[in-house]
């Protein structure tokens, strides 16, 4: 258990910190720095899979990065309405994020186009509605360091030793301070 709540926090990690590098770095918001980045995603998906006891959840720390990279390599972006984009590519992005990788991005590959104007203009619009209904709200992630576990799950992950179980060292067979050790066995 605290392996996986390890692995979960650590890919937690690589999730803000990937992701908050496409919101501030214009040259990681290319197509062919998302078909980097969706190779190495793959990899470790791939892991996940293979380490599943250990990995536990991890995979799903990684899903605004993978929702990001997603649309970095849709295919005819200018072709998708602003519901689309909010609706099924990045449920789990806020407007505000995704435009910004929105009107940042540029196909340093084809050369095709990106969104739409006219789904630029509704996601500027909203923007500016949300950051005059909330004037603080940056549209960085958070990065948490903790890892949370509870008494619950170390108590659920421990396992039932019995003394019985336990060998007495040689050593302390023959002392006789530890004929305790030895009777209990017996």
């Given at each position: 258990m605290i392996i996986s709540k390890t692995f979960s926090q650590v890919f937690s990690y690589m999730n803000v910190q990937l992701f908050n590098s496409l919101l501030l770095r214009r040259e990681c918001c290319s197509s062919s720095n998302g078909e980097f980045l969706k190779a190495g995603l793959q990899e470790l998906e791939q892991w996940c899979k293979t380490t599943g006891e250990y990995a536990g959840t991890s995979w799903e720390e990684l899903k605004w990065i993978r929702q990001a990279v997603g649309f970095l390599v849709l295919h005819?972006?200018?072709?998708?309405?602003?519901?689309?984009?909010?609706?099924?590519?990045?449920?789990?992005?806020?407007?505000?994020?995704?435009?910004?990788?929105?009107?940042?991005?540029?196909?340093?590959?084809?050369?095709?186009?990106?969104?739409?104007?006219?789904?630029?203009?509704?996601?500027?619009?909203?923007?500016?509605?949300?950051?005059?209904?909330?004037?603080n709200s940056s549209f960085l992630m958070d990065d948490d360091s903790s890892i949370p576990f509870s008494v619950e799950d170390l108590s659920r992950s421990l396992l039932e030793i019995s003394s019985s179980d336990v060998e007495v060292p040689q050593l302390l067979r023959q002392n006789s301070e530890f004929n305790f050790l030895v009777q209990n066995m017996d």
């Amino acid at each position: 258990m605290i392996i996986s709540k390890t692995f979960s926090q650590v890919f937690s990690y690589m999730n803000v910190q990937l992701f908050n590098s496409l919101l501030l770095r214009r040259e990681c918001c290319s197509s062919s720095n998302g078909e980097f980045l969706k190779a190495g995603l793959q990899e470790l998906e791939q892991w996940c899979k293979t380490t599943g006891e250990y990995a536990g959840t991890s995979w799903e720390e990684l899903k605004w990065i993978r929702q990001a990279v997603g649309f970095l390599v849709l295919h005819q972006k200018s072709n998708k309405s602003l519901e689309e984009i909010t609706d099924e590519i990045c449920p789990d992005l806020n407007v505000t994020q995704v435009y910004r990788i929105g009107t940042m991005f540029w196909d340093d590959k084809y050369g095709t186009h990106g969104l739409s104007p006219d789904v630029i203009a509704k996601m500027r619009i909203m923007t500016n509605e949300d950051s005059i209904n909330f004037p603080n709200s940056s549209f960085l992630m958070d990065d948490d360091s903790s890892i949370p576990f509870s008494v619950e799950d170390l108590s659920r992950s421990l396992l039932e030793i019995s003394s019985s179980d336990v060998e007495v060292p040689q050593l302390l067979r023959q002392n006789s301070e530890f004929n305790f050790l030895v009777q209990n066995m017996d």
